[in-house]
């Protein structure tokens, strides 16, 4: 929130609320600041997590497809609780 929140229309014949409504705005303005830049940093994060999600379904895919391979041609291995580990013969 780069603008500055104002007042001045505000009826002058009570002072004394517009003062301290004016005080009050002056001091929330730099929290109000704050919760913005935190917005634009929860929104990187969530993209950052998004790419890292993504190339972590990417490798688990591939690791699949690897194992998928290898079976094929009798190598004993498989996929256990997301570790490649080596097959008894038969399993």
Known sequence: MADKLVSKNMPTDNRN???TLISNFEIIQPYLDKLDTDELGVDDLKNKFDDISGKINTYEDNMQ???DILAKYDVPIQIVNGKVVEAEEGE
Do not use: D, G
């Open 65 to 67: 497809a690897i194992v």
């Open 17 to 19: 609320l517009r003062n």
